[in-house]
C-alpha cells in the first residue's frame, strides 16, 4: 500500500537512526532491508547515494571480490594500516578509483601515505567522505600536493585530514558544494603551505550546507617559524558567512583563532570550542564580539569557570537556547588562573550583563589560605562583572573555601558592592568535605541582610 517515494523515506529515517559516527558514512544494517523482498531491494539499491549503501572492504578483504560482488554499488573502505595484509589490499583498492564513496584509512607511516595519495591524483567521481590519519606516534607532518583528487571533489560531504600540509586546500574546498564536515586536525600554522586565517575564510566561504567545522592548528612537528603574530586586524566588513554552521571546534594560538573569529559570521552556531594553545591576554575583543554576532549567543544566562592544574575553562550558556560556548586557555597555579579569568570576562559587559547565574569549581587545587592574598583582588575583579547574578554556585572544597575567606572580609555595606543582586549561594560537594565553608559565610550573610539584601545558603552534595 506504501509508494515507492515513502519507503525510501521510512528507509532514511532508519539509517538516521542508526549513523552514529557521521565520518564513516556506510556503517549501518542496510542489508536487513535488502533481504526483506524484491521490490524492497529494488527500491534500496535504487538509491545507493542517498541511502548510504557502501559496502564495505576491511583491512583484510579481498578487494577484487568485493568489487565482483557488489557491481552495482560505490564501496567504502576502512582500515588501520598496522593491521596485517592492509597495505596491498589498500593499494589495488585505490586503482578502482570510479567505484569509492568513502576511504578511511588510519595511522598511515610516511611510506604508506605517499604511496597512497600519489595514486590518488586523479579524480574519484563518486567520493562523498574521506578521512586520512597519519602516523601519530611519528608526529610528522606529510604533504599533499596541489593535484590531490584532480584538484576538485565535488560530491565529499565529509573530509577529515589529520597530520597533513596542504597548501591546495583552498582551491579543492573551492569545488566541494555539498560539504557539511571538515575536520582538520594537526594542521601546520607555520611553513611552506600555511594557510593565513583571511584564506582560510575565503576558502570557507562557498561551503554553504557546512554544519561540522575542527581547525586544530600545530607548530610543533618539525616545522619552523615564528608563532603567530598577534597584530593582524581585519577590516569589520571582511566577515565570511557560514550560514548552516552549528559546531566550531578551534584550537591553536590565540593571534590566530582571535584573527579567524573575526572575520565570520555563524549566525545558526549552538556549540562553539575555542582552546588556546598559549597564553593571550584577553585584552583584544574579537571573541566576544564574534560570539555576541551569534544570535543564540546574544544574551548569556549562565556562566562556569573551572580551574584544572595547568588550564583553565570558561564555558557560557546561552539564554535561547541549549547552547554553548567553551574557552579554554594554558595557565597553572590559581591565583593566576583567577587572574586570566577575570581579564576575560573584562571584555564582555554587554555579554554578561544578563547573566544570572554563576558556577565555580576546582578540583585540582588545594585550599591554601596563605595564597588569599594572592587571589583576593582578582577574585573581587572577577565578581564584580556579574551585576546581575542571582545564584552563585560553589562545586568543591577548594574554591569554596576560597570564596567563602574572601566574602567573608568584606564588612558593612562593601559586602553589598560583590554580586549586588545576589539571592543564593549554592554549596555543592561530595559528603567527605566538612561544610566549615558555612560558618565562614555567616558574617557575609549578616551584612547583607542588614543591608536588606538577604542572600540564601542551599547546600548539595555530588557522588
Known amino acids: 500500500m506504501l509508494s515507492d517515494d515513502i519507503l525510501l523515506h521510512i ?46 572492504c576491511e583491512a583484510k578483504t579481498d ?18 594500516l598496522n593491521e596485517k595484509y592492509a597495505y596491498d589490499n589498500i593499494i589495488s583498492a585505490l586503482e578502482h578509483r570510479d567505484r569509492f564513496a568513502v576511504i578511511y584509512l588510519l595511522e598511515l607511516n610516511h611510506y604508506e601515505i605517499e604511496r597512497c595519495i600519489a595514486l590518488m591524483q586523479e579524480p574519484f567521481p563518486v567520493l562523498r567522505s574521506l578521512h586520512l590519519m597519519a602516523d601519530q606516534q611519528k608526529k610528522l607532518v606529510i604533504n599533499i600536493p596541489g593535484t590531490f583528487l ?8 565529509s573530509i577529515r585530514l589529520c597530520g597533513f600540509r596542504f597548501p ?3 582551491k579543492l574546498l573551492a569545488s566541494t558544494s555539498d560539504l557539511v564536515y571538515l575536520n582538520l586536525r594537526d594542521f601546520p600554522m607555520t611553513g611552506k603551505g600555511h594557510i593565513s586565517p583571511d584564506a582560510m ?36 566588513s571582511a566577515h565570511t558567512v557560514l550560514p548552516a554552521l552549528t559546531h566550531l571546534f578551534l584550537q591553536g594560538p590565540h593571534g590566530y583563532l582571535e584573527d579567524f573569529v573575526a572575520r ?13 594553545t598559549d597564553e593571550p591576554t584577553f585584552d583584544d575583543p574579537r571573541v566576544p564580539q564574534f ?25 557560557v550558556h546561552s539564554s535561547i537556547g541549549p547552547a554553548d560556548v567553551y574557552l579554554s586557555s594554558q595557565r597553572s597555579g590559581l591565583p593566576a588562573q583567577v587572574a586570566i579569568a577575570e581579564q576575560i570576562f573584562a571584555q564582555w559587559p554587554p555579554l554578561v550583563s544578563h547573566v544570572q547565574l554563576l558556577t565555580l569549581d576546582d578540583y585540582y587545587h588545594s585550599f591554601e589560605e596563605e595564597t588569599l592574598g594572592e587571589t583576593a583582588k582578582p ?54 568535605y566538612p561544610s566549615e565553608a558555612l560558618d565562614l559565610l555567616r558574617p557575609f550573610l549578616a551584612a547583607r541582610e542588614e543591608w536588606g539584601q538577604p542572600v540564601v545558603i542551599n547546600v548539595g552534595y555530588t557522588f
Open 11 to 56: 528507509f532514511d529515517s532508519y539509517r538516521r537512526e542508526w549513523i552514529l559516527n557521521l565520518v564513516r558514512l556506510g556503517m549501518w544494517p542496510w542489508r536487513a532491508l535488502v533481504h526483506v523482498c524484491r521490490r524492497w531491494r529494488r527500491i534500496a539499491f535504487g538509491c545507493p547515494h542517498y541511502l548510504k549503501l557502501y559496502p564495505s
Open 63 to 80: 578487494v577484487h571480490a568485493a568489487l565482483d560482488i557488489w557491481q552495482a554499488l560505490p564501496l567504502s573502505i576502512f582500515a588501520r
Open 150 to 157: 584532480g584538484g576538485s571533489a565535488p560530491l565529499p560531504q
Open 168 to 170: 591546495g586546500l583552498p
Open 201 to 236: 575564510t575565503t576558502c570557507l566561504s562557498v561551503l554553504t550546507t557546512l554544519r561540522s567545522l575542527t581547525l586544530i592548528l600545530t607548530s610543533s612537528f618539525r616545522l619552523r617559524g615564528s608563532p603567530y603574530p598577534t597584530d593582524q586586524r581585519p577590516p569589520s
Open 264 to 276: 565570520v559570521d555563524t549566525p545558526l552556531l549552538n556549540g562553539a570550542s575555542l582552546t588556546f
Open 291 to 315: 560570539i555576541r554576532r551569534t544570535k543564540v549567543f546574544h544574551l548569556l544566562d549562565g556562566v562556569e569557570l573551572s580551574f584544572h592544574r595547568e588550564r583553565v575553562f570558561a564555558y
Open 379 to 432: 577574585w573581587l575583579g572577577l565578581l564584580r562583572r556579574f551585576s546581575v547574578v542571582h545564584t552563585l554556585r560553589l562545586l568543591e572544597r577548594p574554591t569554596m573555601f576560597h570564596l567563602a575567606h574572601i566574602l567573608r572580609d568584606l564588612e558593612g555595606e562593601r559586602a553589598t558592592e560583590v554580586l549586588p543582586a545576589l539571592r543564593t549561594i549554592e554549596l555543592i560537594y561530595s559528603p567527605r
